[in-house]
């Protein structure tokens, strides 16, 4: 399997047909979505193209190829539009034996990590709008590999908009320029 992973779409309906047509080029078979899909926050600003009804029309046309999990501004309301599950605050992926931790990071991160997280895993999270792709030692002694898509809509710290390609048990992270 093949696994396109974004995150932070915050209901930016450019982006999400970049992520769209980026996953189909790709040929992933699997769209990973790391959470706040269509709301963008009190905290951020608008996105450039926010039309949160044309990104739930984009993504609903997928739904049968989409793994997604809750970012902090994702709510009750949102699922109801969305025929994917968005609600769960985590999902363990195995490929070819690599544990991969895919959840948004509002209450997983590399520092309050699950305890169930095997050394030399790779826990992948959206959250920060930064990316990222670093190996990671925990207090416990356990050292694994930190990767974040970063924001295609706001992205922060003057990351670029970028992915994550799962496939084979390895990650690599891409730009989308």
Avoid at 12 to 40: C, M, P
Avoid at 45 to 72: C, M, Q, S, T, W
Avoid at 114 to 131: C, K, L, Q, R, Y
């Amino acid at each position: 399997m093949k696994y396109f992973v974004a995150s932070d779409i915050h209901g930016d309906s450019y982006w999400a047909q970049r992520i769209v047509d980026a996953f189909v080029e790709s040929g992933a078979d699997k769209l990973v979505l790391l959470g706040d899909t269509l709301y963008h926050g009190p905290r951020n600003d608008l996105p450039a193209h926010h039309a949160p009804k044309k990104v739930i029309e984009i993504l609903n046309n997928y739904a049968d190829k989409i793994i997604a999990v809750r970012g902090n501004c994702d709510t009750e309301v949102d699922q109801m539009v969305l025929k994917f599950p968005i609600m769960a605050d985590y999902v363990y992926l195995v490929d070819e034996g690599h544990v991969f931790f895919l959840t948004h990071g509002h209450i997983y991160n590399p520092y309050d990590k699950p305890e169930a997280m095997p050394d030399g895993g790779t826990i992948v999270m959206g959250h920060t709008h930064v990316a990222k792709d670093i190996m990671f030692n925990a207090e416990d002694g356990k050292t694994f590999r930190y990767m974040n898509p970063g924001s295609p809509s706001i992205p922060k710290e003057s990351t670029p908009p970028s992915y994550i390609l799962i496939e084979k048990g390895r990650a690599e992270l891409f730009s989308f320029d």
